[in-house]
């Protein structure tokens, strides 16, 4: 455990039961600009404003994206998408040009 950096682990005894825990450094681990952990409600936040960037990155590459793909992409679910992309044209950082099935995205800032 030492080798690895790692703490003892922790030793707890209740009705019975022992419980053994393994505690273990956990790093920040990025892919692109998403955080992929989330520690606590700070890191949640965070994330979110990197889920709004990596979407808007995403529509960027491919202005004819769905809000499935952005999904399938960003690891949330669709209402997710929908509030991100809400935001984003509330920002006036994008538009719909077209319509949904034909239509495609148009960046504006």
């Known amino acids: 455990m030492e080798k690895q950096g790692l703490p003892e682990p922790e030793y707890e005894v209740a009705g019975g039961f022992v419980r053994i825990v393994f505690r273990r450094s956990v790093p920040e681990v990025v892919q692109g600009d998403i955080s992929v952990i989330q520690?606590?409600?700070?890191?949640?936040?965070?994330?979110?404003?990197?889920?709004l960037d990596k979407v808007y990155r995403l529509i960027l590459e491919n202005r004819k994206i769905t809000t499935a793909e952005l999904s399938e992409l960003c690891?949330?679910?669709?209402?997710?998408?929908?509030?991100?992309?809400?935001?984003?044209?509330?920002?006036?950082?994008i538009v719909r040009k077209g319509g949904d099935k034909g239509g495609e995205w148009e960046i504006i800032g």
């Open 39 to 51: 520690i606590d409600s700070k890191s949640k936040e965070k994330s979110k404003e990197k889920t």
């Open 75 to 93: 690891g949330v679910g669709e209402n997710s998408i929908y509030k991100t992309v809400r935001k984003l044209r509330e920002s006036g950082r």
